[in-house]
C-alpha cells in the first residue's frame, strides 16, 4: 500500500507561481508511476501531469505544457508539481495519484487547494 499526502497548496495570483509536493509513505513508491489530477468546482476530475517510476518519462495536460513540470525524488519518496504563470483557470483541488504506469493510478491522496486570483 501506497499513503499519499499533498502539500504546498494556497492563493496566489495569476502570473504568480506554487510548488506542491506529494510526500509518499512505504518502499512501493520507487516502482511506481506518479501523477497530478485536479478537480475545480462544477467539474470532473482532469489528468495534469505523470512521470515514470524513474522520471525519465513525463507527459503533460496540453493546457498545463510549457507551465508545469513534474519531477520526483525517490530518495525522499515525494513528487513535486512546479507550477508557473498560474491562471485564474488553474483554480482547483489538486490531487497526487500513484499507479502501475503513467495511466493507470491505483492510489489517491485528499487533495491540497489552488486558487488563483486575477
Known amino acids: 500500500q501506497v499513503q499519499l499526502v499533498e502539500s504546498g497548496g494556497g492563493l496566489v495570483q495569476a502570473g504568480g507561481s506554487l510548488r506542491l509536493s506529494c510526500a509518499a509513505s512505504?518502499?512501493?513508491?520507487?516502482?511506481?508511476?506518479m501523477g497530478w489530477f485536479r478537480q475545480a468546482p462544477g467539474k470532473e476530475r482532469e489528468f495534469v501531469a505523470a512521470i515514470s517510476w524513474s522520471g525519465g518519462s513525463t507527459r503533460y495536460a496540453d493546457s498545463v505544457k510549457g507551465r508545469f513540470t513534474i519531477s520526483r525524488d525517490n530518495a525522499k519518496n515525494t513528487v513535486y508539481l512546479q507550477m508557473n504563470s498560474l491562471k485564474p483557470e488553474d483554480t482547483a483541488v489538486y490531487y497526487c495519484a500513484g499507479g502501475l504506469s503513467t495511466s493507470e493510478f491505483n492510489y489517491w491522496g485528499q487533495g491540497t487547494q489552488v486558487t488563483v486570483s486575477s
Open positions: 512505504g518502499r512501493a513508491f520507487r516502482s511506481i508511476a
